[in-house]
């Protein structure tokens, strides 16, 4: 997760569906892509096949007419002498035809070449749909040929382009820098380390596209964003990558074998109706896996934490916006606003021994508060009949004092001293 921060990859990464985030292993998930659904692969492969077919055409065609070069002009340094007119050596001599026949092998070689790279973009569209298929498979989903298809085209359109082109201009580097070297008889070293250097510039470019092509397939982002991270993730895992060029490369070195093998017999376009039916197809779902893991340690970990970040974020903002309407709600119906209600405090802590003596030593002010009984005292009267008593002697001493006219005998105001 650290080195995700630290290089930012997948900063702008989306979910596209809910197999984002999916693990799968590399053994296991291959197998899964193909699980009994080899005739819905072969239906896919067939579509891919379309988009494919102008640079196979190209191929074809280009090959044929530059083979058709020495009819007429020699050629020796690519494909042996060719047919040498008498005029040619009168002409110029030996040499000079076949230096003219290698100049021209050379440049219509070239062209054919050149000519593959916008027709590879087209068949990358393909490719990148293939890839989106093969990895629905690789999550266990029965492949639904045209919906995934066109939903693949859908996904992946803009990088299937980018990469067709990157891989078709690399494809050119490697030829361009073969055929110099035979042209103009270079050293036989410096052409060693001048192709291994193409080529294996040739096949980072391969992995770059793929890599553009799963990042389309797995989420949303932006084209740069794309451009970016999977620059990052083809450098970042280049040993991992490599492996899986080579694996990539074993299904294409096998057709070829098998074609060298067959030779011009009539079962010579089988390894290539192989390669095109079910070699694409398991090339694709070799990247797919790998690509996989990738995303796994580099992307679906911060992407997770985004996510539950933002459904955080939009539930308190939903919060706050429901505490608003009631607010504006209460308000219409009273006709009054109404303050704000204040944040609970938390509540301080009590000792609870000290609790329990305080609620026995004071009554609460919510509980009615009951007179208690006075007990009677001896000789029959209790405190208050005694104090009453008392005031009454009190108010006939009183009376006593003062001048009734004939009456002189007040005793029956005075107590019988009981």
């Known amino acids: 997760m650290e080195e995700n921060v630290k290089y930012g990859i997948g900063a702008k990464a989306v979910r596209r569906d809910e197999f984002t985030d999916s693990i799968v292993s590399g053994w296991s998930g291959f197998k899964t892509a193909w699980s009994g659904q080899f005739t819905k692969v072969l239906i896919v492969s067939l579509f891919c096949l379309v988009l494919v077919a102008p640079a196979i055409a190209c191929v074809i065609i280009a090959g044929n007419y530059i083979n058709s070069i020495g009819a007429t002009v020699a050629y020796g340094a690519f494909d042996g002498i060719g047919y040498v007119t008498p005029s040619m050596i009168a002409g110029g001599g030996l040499d000079f035809a076949v230096a003219l026949g290698n100049r021209l092998y050379h440049d219509y070689s070239l062209v054919q070449y050149a000519l593959l790279i916008p027709l590879l973009a087209v068949g990358g569209v393909g490719i990148g749909s293939l890839t989106y298929t093969a990895r629905m498979a690789m999550n266990g989903q029965q492949i639904k040929s045209v919906r995934f298809f066109f939903r693949g085209i859908k996904y992946t359109w803009a990088a299937g382009i980018t990469g067709g082109l990157l891989s078709g201009a690399g494809l050119f580097l490697v030829m361009l820098t073969h055929y110099n070297f035979m042209l103009y008889g270079w050293s036989v070293v410096g ?115 985004r996510e539950t970040t933002l459904k955080n974020d939009q539930y308190y903002a939903a919060k706050r916006e429901l505490k608003k309407e009631m607010k504006k709600a209460r308000e219409n119906a009273d006709g009054t606003a109404v303050p704000a209600q204040k944040k609970s405090e938390p509540a301080r802590y009590v000792n609870p021994k000290k609790k329990k003596k305080k609620t026995e030593g004071s009554p609460s002010p919510f509980t009615e508060e009951t007179p208690k009984e006075e007990k009677p005292k001896k000789g029959g009267y209790t405190e208050a009949e005694l104090a009453k008593m008392e005031e009454d002697r009190i108010k006939v001493r009183e009376l006593s004092d003062k001048d009734f006219g004939d009456i002189k005998d007040v005793s029956v105001y005075e107590d019988d001293g009981e």
Do not use: H
């Open 191 to 305: 052409k060693v380390f001048a192709l291994i250097g193409a080529i294996l510039l040739f096949v980072l470019l391969c992995v770059y596209s793929f890599y553009l092509v799963t990042l389309s397939a797995n989420y949303k982002m932006g084209y740069f964003a794309k451009l970016g991270d999977a620059l990052k993730l083809t450098f970042l895992r280049l040993p991992a990558n490599f492996v899986t060029a080579i694996f990539a490369g074993i299904i294409v070195g096998l057709v070829f074998l098998f074609v060298l093998l067959m030779g011009s017999s009539s079962l010579g376009a089988l390894p290539w109706a192989l390669l095109f039916f079910l070699g694409f197809y398991a090339i694709c779902a070799i990247f797919a896996v790998s690509s996989q893991s990738a995303f796994e340690k580099y992307i679906n970990p911060q992407l997770l934490k």
